[in-house]
């Protein structure tokens, strides 16, 4: 694989936008190629372009990836969309690491 073609892949699979609010604060906000929630039927994991979809979230650890690396929130619950390639969680309240 050419350099060029590298770099497109690269640069395309970073275009997702995620945002993590609280009601007290907003966490994060950034792009990221890949995020994996704790869904109420179990975990899952969302990427570039997915499905539209809202999704109940229990207490449990969201991944996500970006630029800066792999990071990780412990969320207490909460509600997640995702909608032409932006993700919004509303989380009820974050765990202190």
């Not at 890949?34 to 109940?56: E, K």
Request: with cysteine.
């Amino acid at each position: 694989m050419c350099w060029k073609a590298y770099a497109s892949i690269q640069l395309k699979s970073t275009r997702m936008q995620l945002e993590i609010l609280t009601p007290e604060k907003k966490l994060f906000a950034g792009d990221v190629s890949i995020v994996t929630f704790p869904g109420s039927d179990g975990s899952f994991q969302v990427m570039d372009n997915h499905a539209p979809l809202i999704s109940l979230l229990k207490d449990g650890v969201v991944e996500f990836k970006g630029k800066e690396g792999t990071k990780n929130v412990h969320i207490t619950g909460g509600v997640v969309e995702v909608l032409k390639n932006k993700v919004i969680l509303l989380a009820t309240g974050i765990v202190a690491a």
